[in-house]
């Protein structure tokens, strides 16, 4: 039910029919005033008229004949000077100019249906004697009335309608926003599939409701990401701390102090594990806020490749693998040092644990209007199906499970790449996994300003 | 007394290569504080210990500590707050940085605020002594051309090395790698610190880069003269000095 002060448009409603009752109230009167002063002004006109025709007639010398000879319903009356009737009408009054009297004051011998309240009467002077004219106003009293009657009940009509619309729309306005709040109230408990009603109106409560939805799709998946992340880093700080757990055990329970020293050692494995997960989380999550995007300035991709290429070099020979670099020079781009060699090194990481031995990793970057870095492989590659998915947080494809890692390697790749507004590619490297990185090079940016000058930090 | 190399005991290892004296540690964990005040005593150390930022400072500004290791989260005046103050009345030592993990930002922060260093927590304390001890050894700004440990000598300005006079070719990592241990010579210096200063990588690879780098480096340095001057502290990191066997020799 409707709580009706409590409803915008309900009062709004409310509002307008007040409004539009008085507006058509206000017109009606207006126009009842202006015919009811027409007909008065005819009856007026007529009666001037015939007191001109009687006045011409008695001063031709005849007496009284004219004043018997009114229609019905109009009346006559000549008087001296003295005031006494001479002809006419006795219960006439002797007035001078316009005045209106009560019907009954006058006898007025209308037909059956005209029976009017009010008489007009006009006086004037004629010589020295006064006439004196009557008329019913019946004509103006039927037409005021008639036009009162059609008036009012057209008003009522109206307000009837507007009262019915206005209650309509507020009802159909209330109705689509307590939909709104239902299935706000139930995404807010936890259902959060529940979408708000979009009509095919398109007006502005459907629009609203597609900017709604919009957000609440965007909750939805963050709820679910979020959701997502605290099982697997649950599941997966669980695995080192069931590790830590049976070593302190184990430790505990041991009599020779060597053996505890030992446990003891791999117990801090374990820890730094646990504590390398939670590294992980925190840089994502402080990456993602693009709080580190205020501290950009000018880098040297070249400069970083070359860095990383450089660190790896003896890694990967000693993985049995080979590394190539073919990086043009002074690469430069707007971003932060420390956070594009941590995306690469961690690329090439990937690539030294998956190609396998033999493989050749490539790391590549080219000048041009945009920038393309890559990192890639002729190892086994990962499969179209499986590109997108690697990037999420913790997803480690089944084959890798074997292999140390946290899970969140290329998810903070992903989450650089995302700070440095570069695309992020994972495509086949016939064979192989090739990741691009798209810069867009400094040179080419139109809003570098201070960011030349800035030293990369 | 004969030890293993690399595994002196905890205070004798500092003792031997620490030269700070007086330490002021503000730290508001009492755990985290104790843990560290044992060690650096433990080491020789002087160890005056605060929880709070303003008292801190006040011991700061009105003792001459060596060195001081401050939290960044405090009660009163915050790490940064502090180091800031330090600064700004001229108070010159040395101030490590200890923040929670993961805050990329909060390094940048902390050295543009002019701490020296910067440690993340959890940290094991031998990170915290390499890291102490570095920065109160730090070269005077009038720096010389040559280094030299033993018959180890480096000409910083021909970028070449020699030892017994005979020339090693290094490659330019290679010889930063080397170059930082032989300022921080007969001290340890951490696989981070290395990480941190040959590479700019400000995290934990998965991988052996320091060590295949420093396999590296050793088959050039050391093998050819049958001795070693780079030791390694397992799991820790590295110590460059005189080799241990021509002290032996020498001492006979």
């Known amino acids: 039910m409707i709580t009706l002060h409590r409803s915008i448009a309900v009062r709004l409603a409310a509002l307008f029919f007040v409004l539009f009752t008085c507006a058509v109230g206000v017109v009606f009167a207006a126009s009842y005033f202006v015919v009811r002063a027409q007909v008065v002004e005819r009856t007026r006109r007529v009666l001037a008229a015939r007191a001109d025709a009687i006045s011409r007639s008695l001063a031709e010398g005849s007496s009284n004949v004219m004043l018997e000879a009114g229609t019905a319903g109009q009346v006559a009356a000549l008087f001296d000077a003295g005031g006494s009737l001479l002809a006419g009408r006795a219960d006439v009054p002797m007035i001078l100019g316009w005045r209106q009297v009560p019907g009954k004051l006058v006898h007025l011998n209308e037909a059956g249906d005209e029976n009017s309240e009010t008489a007009l009467l006009y006086g004037r002077h004629v010589g020295d004697r006064v006439l004196v004219l009557g008329e019913g106003m019946h004509v103006a009293e039927d037409t005021g009335e008639a036009l009162l009657t059609g008036l009012l009940s057209t008003l009522v009509l109206v307000a009837l309608v507007g009262f019915a619309g206005a209650g309509f729309i507020a009802w159909r306005v209330d109705w689509r926003l307590r939909q709104t709040e239902k299935a706000l109230a139930a995404y807010g408990s936890g259902k959060t599939s529940i979408r708000l009603p979009v009509t095919r109106a398109n007006d502005e409560l459907d629009r609203m409701a597609l900017a709604v939805n919009g957000l609440l799709d965007r909750v939805a998946s963050l709820i679910e990401t979020i959701r997502q992340i605290t099982v697997d880093a649950a599941h997966d700080l669980k695995t080192p701390l069931t590790r830590l757990r049976h070593r302190l055990a184990e430790a505990a329970e041991s009599p020779d102090p060597a053996d505890v020293k030992a446990i003891v050692h791999s117990a801090g494995a374990d820890v730094e594990q646990i504590v390398a997960t939670f590294d992980a989380l925190l840089r994502i999550a402080q990456i993602e806020a693009g709080k580190s995007r205020a501290r950009f300035g000018s880098v040297d991709l070249s400069d970083v490749l070359e860095t990383v290429a450089d660190a790896y070099g003896p890694d990967v020979e000693q993985a049995g693998q080979h590394l190539e670099a073919r990086i043009a020079a002074s690469l430069l781009v707007n971003g932060d040092r420390e956070l594009l060699i941590q995306a690469f090194a961690n690329l090439v990481e990937n690539a030294i644990r998956h190609a396998g031995r033999n493989a050749t990793i490539t790391i590549e970057a080219l000048g041009g209007p945009s920038i393309q870095a890559s990192v890639s492989d002729n190892g086994p590659g990962v499969p179209q199906a499986e590109r997108q998915r690697i990037l999420l947080r913790f997803v480690r494809r089944d084959i890798s499970r074997s292999t140390p890692g946290t899970g969140l390697g290329l998810s903070l790749v992903k989450a650089i790449a995302d700070l440095h507004s570069a695309p992020l590619v994972l495509s086949d490297n016939r064979p192989g996994l090739r990741v691009t990185m798209t810069f867009t090079p400094l040179e080419y940016m139109p809003n570098q300003g201070s960011n030349l000058n800035r030293a990369a930090p | ?252």
């Open chain 2, 1 to 252: 007394m004969i030890h293993r190399r690399g595994v002196l005991p905890l205070s004798r290892r500092c003792k031997k290569l620490g030269v700070i004296v007086r330490i002021l540690l503000i730290e508001d964990d009492e755990t985290t504080a104790a843990y560290v005040e044992k060690c650096l005593r433990q080491a020789g150390h002087d160890v005056d210990r605060t929880t709070d930022g303003r008292d801190g400072f006040t011991k700061a500004a009105s003792t001459n500590y060596d060195a001081a290791v401050v939290d960044r989260m405090l009660p009163g005046l915050d790490g940064l707050g502090l180091v800031k103050s330090l600064r700004a009345c001229g108070i010159r030592m040395p101030v490590l940085i200890l923040t929670v993990l993961g805050a990329i930002d909060d390094r940048v922060a902390g050295l543009e605020a002019g701490a020296d260093d910067y440690l993340t927590k959890p940290f094991a304390f031998p990170e915290l002594m390499a890291r102490l001890n570095a920065l109160a050894r730090r070269p005077p700004i009038a720096e010389s051309i040559t280094l030299q440990v033993g018959d180890l000598v480096m000409d910083l300005v021909r970028r070449s090395v020699r030892r017994e006079g005979r020339p090693i070719a290094l490659l330019p990592r290679e010889f930063k790698l080397l170059e930082i241990l032989m300022r921080n010579r007969g001290r340890l210096v951490t696989r981070a610190m290395l990480l941190e200063r040959v590479w700019d990588f400000q995290f934990d690879p998965k991988t052996s880069v320091v060590e295949t780098h420093m396999s590296r480096l050793r088959a050039k340095l050391d093998r050819p003269f049958g001795d070693a001057m780079i030791r390694t502290e397992r799991g820790m990191g590295y110590i460059l000095d005189v080799p241990q066997a021509a002290d032996g020799v020498a001492r006979e």
